[in-house]
């Protein structure tokens, strides 16, 4: 049996949920594709946790200002890299690892973009904002460049934050992170199963 991976990138108010979702499957035997590949996963993230992030990310106050991939890695049992992932070449095996793009920032996703015009690998970018969720995968029809419009000019202070900034201030969070993770996790299945889904889709909720 051949063995690949799923590169969880960035562990907060999405990856954190998904990561433990992945771990969930992992443990189960649900990671194993139809030809036979098992899949394992891991994280990458290079921040600390912070008091704010424990009213919407899978954190404790015991984790506050342990590093995020750190706390995530050796509490679910699996590899972690402390680390902000540019170049995604760098963390490919083979052609069958899937990247999850989790992250709150335009840089790795443009690098992501870009990439797949020289990777066969599957790849997902999920993203939520308040109760907006989307979801975009690999597909034929999401060339470069679709992808490149679904990017924002320039970034913002809480761009790809998963929270709305204007939320935060009163103390209200929504749970479009938690949905898409979940998504997330279905979208994986699907693929590794052979089931045909969706390239792309938006929601609000």
């Not at 996963?41 to 704010?52: A, L, M, P, R, S």
Request: a negative charge; hydrophobic letters at 35%.
């Amino acid at each position: 049996m051949s063995t690949a991976t799923i590169h969880v990138v960035g562990g907060g108010g999405i990856g954190s949920f998904l990561l433990r979702d992945l771990v969930r499957l992992q443990k189960t035997n649900q990671l194993i594709a139809i030809d036979g590949t098992d899949y394992n996963t891991i994280i990458y993230d290079e921040d600390d946790v912070e008091q704010k992030n424990l009213l919407y990310q899978d954190f404790g106050d015991e984790d506050i200002l342990e590093p995020k991939a750190k706390v995530l890695g050796e509490r679910h049992g699996i590899p972690y890299m402390e680390m902000f992932v540019e170049n995604v070449a760098d963390i490919i095996g083979t052609n069958q690892d899937i990247v999850v793009c989790c992250v709150d920032n335009v840089k790795f996703r443009s690098h992501l973009y870009e990439w797949q015009t020289n990777a066969q690998n599957f790849w997902i970018d999920l993203r939520s904002h308040g109760r907006i969720i989307v979801r975009i995968c690999r597909d034929r029809k999401n060339d470069l460049e679709y992808l490149m419009r679904t990017l924002p000019d320039k970034e913002q202070e809480d761009d790809g934050s998963c929270q709305r900034a204007i939320d935060l201030e009163k103390g209200i969070i929504q749970m479009g992170n938690r949905i898409i993770a979940t998504i997330g996790c279905q979208t994986i299945l699907n693929y590794i199963r052979g089931i045909a889904q969706d390239s792309r889709f938006t929601r609000q909720f």
